[in-house]
């Protein structure tokens, strides 16, 4: 009946000595599999642990304290979440080889005042040795235990049964997992499954980029171990803007950030959530900022572009290395415009399709319509300003007011009227790069008129 569990599970007589155990105990313990049908190697670690005390067997915090409790009282334990440390010696000769010397190893106990030394299992009445390191292979599993008692017909305890469940991979998932989204979606991720990662899905989400601003002349004259501080420092707190509103933590580049919102698991609000996390990215970096210039270190600058759409998810890579990531025109786009908060001189730059998600809440001053390179669909792109709740001051509203003026007129081919505009609009704020643009391109348009059917669309040349 042992046999037929997938958990690791050992029977134990009063005295705590091995009773049975089952194939899942023993490759638990470090039993390699053999051939289909072939149980020599499993019989021989069978003989070799059966009337063993356990807790020589499974070298585990209080584990004979746990099991008598249960053998005394009846009384049943449960304890998550426990690292079990395997120790197995290979004879001499096999030091090198892979295979079939695995059933010519014996199990090992460290000794607990000097890890380095150890007893054959078993043998713990002679002196511990300090083994050739190369003959030891430590395994290192995480398991959640159980231990109950054997009762018999009458109630009465007649042994003890302990159940290993074997969690090293959903541990190192999650382990996995914490890197790149909080623990509650990581744990409602791993809910869903192994496959939700692995499979290829098609998916509506917001990717957000950011990227450090003249990253090379900011720590050229830096020793590499003040650059790695400042960049750990950095992306410490702009990470958490990420998490705080849901967000996948996608991948570093460099110095660059890629986030995801609504990937691996959806999320309705997507849009606003990539928005608000921009905002927050651009309130921490203030704060960052602050603490740098006490230290007399120069201030970071960061520009951060948004779009939304639909993008492929999934595992993707090669068999040496894969990585759960979002590939398509939404991640292009973002990508873009984070590059086109260069050219037009403003921190955060989003899409037409990020905006009209999430325009009630948001300031935005409607930049450019634009087609990027390798693209023949122009795209509306709005500099993000603050959220709709906080008011703008009477200046900024009449220079957005000026901005947009200048920009129906500029698109209405009335290059006359909106150079007189955005030259007035430079008036109130003269270093705006985007007006600084839009009187560049206007007085070229004034000399050289576009064709009658002119979109108003701006072509970039560059990425």
Same mark, same amino acid.
């Not at 063993?52 to 304290?65: C, F, G, H, N, T």
């Given at each position: ?25 023993? $490759? ?12 020599? +190697? ?9 009337? &063993? ?11 004979? %304290? ?9 009384? *049943? ?7 079990? *440390? ?55 599993r ?19 049964l302990?159940?290993?469940e074997d ?5 190192r ?5 914490? &890197? ?11 809910? +869903? ?19 450090? &601003? ?72 203030d704060?960052?900022n ?8 120069? *201030?970071i ?6 779009s %939304? ?24 786009? %973002? ?7 260069k ?15 999430? *325009? ?8 450019? &319509? ?10 509306n792109?709005? $500099? ?24 129906l ?9 909106? +150079? ?29 008129p ?14």
């Amino acid at each position: 009946m042992l046999q037929s569990l997938s958990d690791a599970v050992i029977s134990t007589d009063m005295e705590g000595n091995i009773v049975t155990i089952n194939d899942a105990a023993l $490759e638990l313990l470090g039993c390699p599999e053999e051939e289909s049908g072939d149980r020599t +190697l499993l019989h021989t670690w069978e003989n070799q642990l059966i009337g &063993r005390p356990v807790w020589q067997v499974i070298p585990l915090e209080k584990i004979q %304290s746990r099991l008598e409790d249960s053998l005394e009282t009846g009384a *049943k334990q449960y304890v998550p979440e426990q690292t079990l *440390k395997i120790n197995m010696l290979y004879p001499e000769q096999s030091i090198g080889e892979t295979n079939g010397t695995a059933s010519n190893c014996e199990l090992l106990v460290a000794d607990a005042d000097n890890p380095d030394q150890f007893w054959l299992w078993g043998k713990t009445d002679t002196a511990p040795i300090a083994y050739p390191e190369q003959r030891i292979e430590t395994l290192e599993r995480s398991i959640n235990l159980t231990v109950n008692p054997l009762t018999n017909p009458e109630g009465g305890v007649r042994g003890g049964l302990l159940v290993l469940e074997d969690i090293s991979q959903e541990k190192r998932m999650k382990t996995t997992l914490y &890197r790149y989204m909080t623990p509650g979606v990581a744990e409602r991720v791993m809910a +869903l499954g192994d496959d939700v990662l692995m499979r290829g899905d098609r998916r509506e989400v917001t990717v957000l980029f950011s990227d450090i &601003r003249g990253y090379t002349t900011l720590t050229e004259n830096l020793e590499a171990d003040r650059v790695v501080e400042m960049l750990n420092a950095y992306f410490e707190t702009m990470v958490e803007a990420v998490f705080n509103f849901e967000g996948t933590l996608d991948k570093f580049i460099g110095d660059a950030i890629m986030a995801v919102y609504g990937a691996p698991l959806p999320l309705q609000n997507h849009a606003w959530a990539g928005v608000q996390s921009a905002l927050d990215m651009r309130h921490r970096l203030d704060r960052f900022n602050s603490e740098r210039l006490t230290q007399n270190q120069p *201030k970071i600058r960061i520009g951060i572009g948004i779009s %939304s759409g639909e993008v492929v998810s999934g595992n993707i890579g090669s068999q040496r290395k894969m990585e759960y990531t979002v590939i398509g025109d939404g991640v292009n786009l %973002s990508s873009r415009l984070e590059g086109v908060t260069k050219e037009y001189g403003c921190d955060i730059v989003i899409s037409e399709y990020t905006y009209e998600l999430c *325009k009630e809440h948001i300031w935005v001053r409607e930049l450019d &319509r634009t087609r990027v390179k390798g693209k023949t669909h122009p795209v509306n792109i709005y $500099e993000l300003i603050d959220y709709r709740q906080n008011p703008l001051d009477s200046a900024t509203e009449d220079f957005l007011g000026l901005y947009q003026d200048g920009r129906l007129a500029y698109t209405a081919m009335n290059f006359t009227k909106a +150079l007189e505009i955005f030259r007035q609009a430079a008036k109130l704020r003269p270093s705006d790069r985007a007006v600084a643009i839009h009187l560049d391109r206007t007085q070229a348009y004034l000399k050289n008129p576009p064709p009658d059917n002119w979109d108003g669309v701006h072509i970039m040349t560059s990425k």
